[in-house]
């Protein structure tokens, strides 16, 4: 497979891209003037690649990042500074939401397929918190925004997510998403 010049193999690792783990059920938590992103996953690879994902934007060195969960596993950054500012960036309120203008780009679409995307028997899900809320409709509008028209599902029908279908739109989320993370075997779209 050939990869896009645009995908994420290319693009430089950003704090913005925790947009992704946000979307796919992260949380912040803050301590004083820091903060750290938290989320549980349903697979060891999935804790793995966002543990190195933490550590490639330099927030990764926190006491006991993985630890087992009730529903998989619970990956956690480092309490940091740098984090504080993302997680105001998505607070509104008491809620968490994302920001005026927000833009979700390669590297963040990469950490939601990472943190909640798995093939199903239509095509390929990507997973949402909640199929309602304004998180959920946001993300299919920058699936759009990145050439990857997507279905709204509900819990009901194997949401709630995003489900993109097709041979050419699952290529193109292919050739975005890069490379395969070790051990996401089925859960990973190939082309």
Do not use: C
């Not at 690792?13 to 979307?23: E, K, Q, S, T, W």
């Amino acid at each position: 497979m050939q990869f896009s010049l645009f995908g994420a193999a290319t693009a430089d690792p950003i704090l913005a891209d925790f947009d992704g783990v946000l979307i796919g059920g992260g949380h912040w938590v803050r301590h004083g003037d820091t903060a750290r992103l938290s989320v549980v996953v349903a697979d060891r690879w999935r804790a793995d690649e966002l543990h190195h994902a933490f550590h490639e934007r330099g927030v990764g060195e926190g006491s006991d990042p993985i630890v087992r969960a009730e529903e998989g596993f619970a990956v956690r950054s480092a309490f940091t500074a740098d984090l504080r500012a993302q997680a105001d960036r998505w607070t509104v309120g008491a809620n968490e939401a994302p920001p005026p203008g927000f833009q979700l780009d390669v590297g963040g679409l990469r950490l939601w397929a990472v943190t909640a995307g798995r093939a199903d028997e239509v095509g390929y899900l990507l997973g949402t918190d909640a199929p309602d809320d304004v998180i959920h409709t946001i993300s299919g509008a920058q699936l759009s925004r990145l050439g990857l028209a997507a279905v709204s599902l509900t819990a009901r029908s194997g949401g709630p997510g995003w489900r993109v279908t097709s041979a050419k739109r699952l290529r193109r989320l292919a050739e975005l998403l890069g490379e395969a993370p070790v051990g996401s075997d089925r859960d990973w779209p190939t082309f």
